[in-house]
């Protein structure tokens, strides 16, 4: 943005003047680039020097301080002005022949409590019609992010090609296509990364013919380049620009490569991919496809129906304001499980009917099963659930149901603790598991996915309710916490969520020991 910022503005200043606007995040930094990148511009630049001053009486160079302002700069042909994201009024004040906006992927999702402020900024233009410009700048983030989505819009979207030294085809180089040795000896990335440099030992490979650049080569090449348009047939009236530092003359591969080596976590890779290869990272690394229901839905057996391989009986539920949905789950020994039952209802009366009263069919046999432990979520209508789970112990002296609670925050997988204040009627205390919820959503996941269909099984009646509750989320990047968490795609992720209890219960009854 650096190039294009400041000598598209000298341009327009020169030769081509008219109102400007430059956006940038926020105030600060649309201050700071109007004093020290604007301003320096202007004064040592001859040809733009002269339209910062005027010469008096006495043939003395003034300039006209009182019209300079902090974020505005008066020349005699234009105005230069300022703006920032998060504020409507800087954005609405005048009409605006070019318009410039840098680093927008950093920008408020809101001007104030107005409209996006894009879309603002570009509402100042709507006097100048046709003769109005826009130049949009910024490092990309992810696929959500402004950049990407403005670049997507381009009616031309342009990459720079160059030729292969060897055999002249044109390509535009790709980090698959750069090349180091491996490190044989075991060092430490930043020895491996230095080495790389003194040596200079990375290489561009073309992909047609195998050749083998050097940095010097593959800048001698850069030479003879130009811009393609990836977008056969499209017309210039939005166009789009895509560099990147393998192409730079600033930067060399081995320097990138040094930058790759030594990457360790989730957002070093984010950074090295968004800000060196302007590639956007893709967030989302672990959702359900839809297909992955449609070959288990073939393979699946009857619903409400036991398989003869079951031990246990597992019912788990997710307690809402107006409904409870719940998820009968029949398990077997090696951790092999099937969907006998899934729904609904609007009370714990109707809760327990389905839980606890009804009987379910085993296979062959016919023998009546009964529900051996029900998990319930206890994040809403909290005391209902504990006095739902208070009356109803269980045979023995067993705990027929659990109050638990999921949490993506504590460390072990695991943990039980007492409820005072519910007890039952011998005087035991009733007792509350937390779950480490992020853990078993990505158990859950391992398990849909796993290359033995039969591990993991629904029942043949599995409805769009279910497989869409079951897509609920997805695993994504959190950059603030470098982190890899589960966030909700849809709102309701009820049946999901059930789901996720009845993995966390197997793996506390023991049953997951030999799965990984």
Not at 29 to 48: F, G, H, I
Not at 171 to 183: A, F, G, M, Q, T
Not at 285 to 308: D, H, N, T, W, Y
Not at 349 to 371: F, N
């Amino acid at each position: 943005s650096e190039g294009v910022l400041r000598n598209g503005m000298a341009y327009t200043i020169e030769c081509d003047p008219g109102p400007t606007l430059l956006v940038m995040p926020s105030e600060d930094a649309a201050v700071n680039t109007l004093s020290e990148r604007v301003y320096p511009m202007l004064e040592n630049t001859e040809c733009l020097r002269r339209h910062m001053y005027f010469t008096n009486k006495d043939g003395e160079e003034k300039r006209d301080i009182k019209k300079n302002l902090r974020n505005k700069i008066h020349l005699d042909n234009m105005d230069i002005y300022t703006a920032w994201s998060g504020s409507a009024q800087s954005l609405a004040e005048r009409p605006i022949r070019w318009l410039w906006m840098d680093e927008v992927d950093k920008y408020s999702a809101l001007a104030g409590k107005e409209a996006n402020p894009i879309k603002l900024a570009e509402e100042r233009t709507t006097t100048f019609k046709k003769r109005a410009r826009k130049v949009i700048g910024s490092t990309c983030t992810d696929l959500d992010g402004n950049i990407w989505k403005e670049w997507q819009g381009c009616t031309q979207q342009r990459q720079f090609i160059i030729p292969c030294k060897n055999c002249g085809e044109f390509n535009r180089p790709s980090w698959d296509d750069i090349i180091y040795p491996d490190n044989d000896k075991n060092l430490e990335p930043k020895q491996f990364g230095d080495m790389i440099i003194q040596e200079k030992l990375a290489r561009y490979k073309c992909p047609h013919c195998g050749y083998e650049h050097t940095d010097a080569q593959k800048l001698a090449q850069v030479r003879h380049g130009h811009w393609h348009d990836t977008i056969e047939g499209g017309s210039n009236r939005v166009v789009g620009f895509q560099p990147t530092s393998l192409l730079s003359p600033f930067v060399s591969i081995d320097s990138l490569v040094n930058a790759w080596v030594q990457c360790h976590t989730p957002k070093d890779y984010v950074t090295f991919f968004t800000q060196k290869l302007a590639k956007p990272y893709e967030k989302e690394v672990g959702r359900l496809a839809a297909s992955v229901f449609e070959q288990k839905i073939e393979l699946a057996g009857p619903a409400m129906e036991v398989p003869v391989w079951a031990e246990h009986l597992v019912a788990t539920c997710d307690v809402q304001a107006d409904r409870l949905y719940f998820v009968v789950r029949a398990w077997g020994s090696e951790g092999q499980s099937k969907l006998v039952r899934y729904g609904e209802v609007q009370n714990f009366d109707q809760l327990k009917q389905r839980l606890i009263d009804e009987s379910y069919p085993r296979e062959r046999t016919g023998e009546a099963c009964k529900v051996t432990a029900i998990w319930i979520d206890s994040n809403y209508r909290t005391d209902e659930v504990y006095k739902f789970c208070v009356a109803n112990r269980g045979d023995g002296l067993w705990q027929l149901c659990t109050p638990i609670k999921g949490s993506g925050n504590q460390s072990k997988e695991f943990v039980l603790s007492k409820v005072t204040g519910h007890r039952f009627k011998n005087g035991e205390v009733l007792q509350r598991g937390s779950l480490n919820s992020h853990y078993y959503e990505d158990m859950l996941n391992n398990f849909i996915h796993d290359d033995d269909d039969m591990l993991w099984q629904v029942h043949n009646k599995i409805g769009e309710d279910y497989i869409k509750h079951l897509r609920s989320k997805r695993k994504e990047l959190d950059i603030k916490t470098d982190k890899m968490v589960w966030k909700n795609v849809h709102k309701r992720d009820d049946i999901r969520d059930c789901e996720v209890y009845q993995t966390a219960w197997a793996g506390e009854a023991g049953l997951l020991g030999n799965i990984s």
